[in-house]
Nanobody, 127 residues
């Protein structure tokens, strides 16, 4: 049984930082491309960042590029997202996602590409 558990969300002032983690189990983590998505109240879920199974390739949405950094530790079956210079518009529930079988250096930006999802962690940025 695949489990994806996010942690690290919370309340932070604008300009602050948070680090999200996503611990995966029940699947070969090194085969999986990973991604972060977010959903704000009243809005659709949107892509934030993605990382290839090797970790060699990353991709970001325009809204977070230069502020967020996605990474992974395959030895720990864990993915991370360092979020700096946070803005109120970053407020959302953040979800991690896994595509179980992926090409070695490919990142995926569409939600429908992913097979497994975490339960989400709330990030609130106050102005």
């Amino acid at each position: 049984q695949v489990q994806m558990v996010e942690s690290g969300g919370g309340l932070v002032q604008a300009g602050g930082s948070l680090r999200l983690s996503c611990a995966a189990s029940g699947m070969p983590f090194t085969n999986a491309a990973m991604g972060w998505f977010r959903q704000a109240p009243g809005k659709e879920r949107e892509f934030v960042a993605a990382i290839s199974r090797s970790g060699a390739r990353t991709y970001y949405s325009d809204s977070v590029r230069g502020r967020f950094t996605i990474s992974r530790d395959n030895a720990k079956n864990t993915m991370y997202q360092q979020m700096n210079s946070l803005k109120p518009e970053d407020t959302a529930v953040y979800y991690c996602a896994a595509k179980a079988i992926s090409f070695y250096r490919t990142t995926y930006t569409r939600a429908l590409d992913y097979d497994y999802w975490g339960q989400g962690t709330q990030v609130t940025v106050s102005s």
